[in-house]
């Protein structure tokens, strides 16, 4: 008979729990949303949940790094292609967009717990860690573009503030999406990513 090790169970459990509660930040606003509730959605007694998240806003804290680790790592992941500066970008931003504009739940949750994050100050702080590591990651494509001499004209604006709008594009492009969707007949997201990367290129 295989033994699982205890902490591979607790990972296990622990994903079950954070599984109940994007389940539930599809369906509710994140204020109305109980420890007793995730327990009934997971199949857990609020004690079981305790055992695990010992607050409601540590269960948050381990969905938000779940949902930004993935989110970083498929942008992170692109470096390793063996790609120009210049494809790096716009194929980067298309996975951005594809995580906001295909995925409507993915939205929800983000709102919610972007939300949330004005309350709480511990939710907000890391939600802002990786906000600023997905801008660092357009920064750095600007400056690699720097670096390989194509410079920018002395009139236009630095690298932070071209990532931040960049950014905001990407990240709105879904925002925007999961409320007014689009025909894909009449849209061609690729088109937009590129566009809003060519940014990026000067």
Known sequence: MTVIPKEEKAKKKRKIIIEALKRLLDREVYSRITVQEIADEAGFSKGGILHYFPTKEDIYLELIEEIFTEF?????????????????????????????????????????????????EKIMKIVSKYIRLHRNFYDNIISELTKDGRTRRKSDLPSKYLSRITQTIVLFIGLLESIDPSDPKEMDYLEIVKFVTSLLKG
């Open 72 to 120: 970083v790592g498929a942008h992170s992941s692109i470096l390793e292609w063996e790609l120009g500066t210049e494809e790096v970008a716009p194929i980067s931003a298309l996975v951005g967009a594809e995580n906001f504009i295909i995925d409507k739940r993915n939205i929800k949750i983000i709102m919610n717990i972007i939300l949330y994050g004005f309350e709480e």
